[in-house]
């Protein structure tokens, strides 16, 4: 997950599918690169009786020396995701997208959010070039009904290359709720919207890195790995 706007929802993103990926069996660890360890502080709110369903470390100091440290954890995961900081200019995006599956740009479908994920979707094609296996998309996140965003949505679609997720996350006051409790909306209600929008946004990021759905409550069972920047 990179763009370097904050405020889009990186961390949310992140959150969100790393708890989704851990609750359907899969062995999950998400990596916060953000200096500021927002993805770690939120998973040390959980309480020990419910810890969070995801593994959450910070490799922040590491910086772009980040992949052989990753390297180390991939033979006990199966999905690894990389929480990136706000910064294109930092050299840790750069390094995770070089080893990534997967990138996805989180955008709030409005026009600022548009004009800055031109310097993102920019860093993605070069990295493209150098990394061949590298998927990127961008997804729509804290958005609602309105013409505001309904343009800004119409922007993200035309682009064919970097093309734009059908699911994202929408505004909800679940998202905010799950941070307070150390937990993911699954946590607050496994039948909540936000919950299934999650849910589906898990299955189409699954689906797109080639790995078998596993259903809630499987136990972990060993896959190919995979890194989502």
């Known amino acids: 997950m990179f763009n370097q706007k904050g405020g889009c929802g990186k961390t949310m993103l992140s959150m969100q599918l790393a708890a989704s990926f851990g609750l359907r069996g899969h062995r999950t660890l998400l990596v916060d690169m953000d200096k500021q360890g927002t993805s770690t502080i939120w998973a040390g709110q959980s309480e020990d009786e419910h810890p969070y369903p995801a593994t959450v470390i910070s490799l922040a100091p590491l910086r772009e020396k980040l992949i052989g440290e990753i390297s180390r954890h991939a033979a006990e995961n199966d999905l690894i995701l990389i929480d990136c900081p706000p910064a294109i200019e930092s050299s840790i995006?750069?390094?995770?997208?070089?080893?990534?599956?997967?990138?996805?740009?989180?955008?709030?479908?409005?026009?600022?959010?548009?004009?800055?994920?031109?310097?993102?979707?920019?860093?993605?094609?070069?990295?493209?070039?150098?990394?061949?296996?590298?998927?990127?998309?961008?997804?729509?996140?804290?958005?609602?009904?309105?013409?505001?965003?309904?343009?800004?949505?119409?922007?993200?679609?035309?682009?064919?290359?970097?093309?734009?997720?059908?699911?994202?996350l929408q505004q909800r006051n679940a998202y905010g709720e799950s941070q307070m409790y150390g937990t993911s909306v699954h946590g607050l209600s496994k039948s909540s919207a936000a919950t299934k929008e999650v849910e589906e946004l898990s299955r189409v990021v699954l689906a797109k890195l080639g790995i078998e759905d596993v259903k809630k409550g499987a136990k972990p069972r060993a896959t190919k790995r995979k890194e989502v920047a």
């Open 93 to 168: 995006p750069w390094a995770a997208l070089n080893v990534s599956d997967l990138a996805l740009i989180p955008v709030i479908p409005v026009m600022d959010n548009v004009w800055a994920s031109r310097e993102a979707k920019e860093l993605a094609r070069r990295a493209m070039s150098e990394n061949p296996d590298l998927q990127t998309y961008c997804v729509p996140m804290n958005y609602r009904r309105g013409n505001v965003f309904k343009v800004g949505t119409e922007l993200l679609e035309a682009d064919t290359e970097i093309p734009l997720i059908d699911q994202g």
